[in-house]
């Protein structure tokens, strides 16, 4: 049993071709929107909707196995690494997306001054820069 398949029956989920395959393309790592999944999936896999991708991505979201961001005023993007509330880098120029680790202290790492109620345990953080690229592309335009 391949690792994959023991991750998804872990979690009760059932073991079938286009989890296995999404699977695969998450954990070569990125933060992938689902046009790319969609068309590495179909690389790996004969014939295979976007909405059935849509369909896989949601139930590992929901499962824990992958992790859904949404950068402002980008769309969705998934990743393999999920569960250990890391943060993330977007740059402005090209839209480059880094993982950061939480920068102090236990999950969720921030602490509002009241919850409403809530019980939090995670806190999402978006930091916003120039990646190196683009930061050298800005001196040549200087």
């Not at 969609?38 to 369909?55: F, I």
């Not at 590992?60 to 859904?68: F, N, P």
């Not at 993330?88 to 102090?104: E, K």
């Amino acid at each position: 049993m391949s690792r994959a398949e023991e991750l998804l029956r872990s979690k009760g989920l059932r073991v079938t071709r286009p989890r296995l395959a999404v699977l695969d393309v998450l954990a070569a790592g990125g933060h992938l929107e689902v046009e790319e999944i969609t068309r590495q999936v179909r690389e790996r896999l004969d014939s295979v909707s976007t909405q059935a991708v849509y369909d896989v991505l949601g139930a590992l979201s929901r499962a824990g196995l992958s992790r859904r961001i949404e950068p402002a005023g980008s769309p969705a993007r998934f990743e393999a690494r999920a569960g250990d509330n890391h943060h993330h880098v977007v740059c402005r120029g090209c839209g480059d997306i880094a993982d950061i680790d939480c920068a102090v202290g236990s999950a969720p790492c921030l602490d509002p001054d009241t919850a409403h109620g809530f019980e939090v345990d995670e806190a999402e953080v978006t930091f916003w820069g120039l990646c190196p690229t683009c930061q050298a592309r800005r001196r040549a335009d200087v």
